[in-house]
């Protein structure tokens, strides 16, 4: 299963930064899922997320940290609306 994480500022609110995860298998048509947070997580959510991509916990945290704090060259591709 592969993932992604990138983050967004909605147009109708671009004060506002949201992170979107979506993940899939190797066949889209197979189905995929999508996450979007505030990136308030509590120290619980953190723990299941790391075991839930089967990564150690401070493995997960510092790549949250490098996928949510670097990479800016995706800004300005993408326009989201939260409603």
């Keep these: 299963m592969e993932k992604t994480l990138n983050r967004i500022h909605p147009v ?4 506002a930064t949201y992170f979107l995860q979506v993940s899939w298998e190797k066949d889209l048509g197979i189905g995929f899922g999508i996450i979007l947070s505030d990136g308030q997580l509590s120290e619980a959510e953190i723990s299941r997320e790391a075991a839930d991509m089967e990564m150690n916990r401070e493995k997960y945290v510092d790549e949250l940290k490098n996928a949510l704090i670097a990479g800016e060259e995706s800004t300005g591709k993408y326009n989201f609306a939260i409603s």
């Design 12 to 15: 109708s609110d671009p004060e």
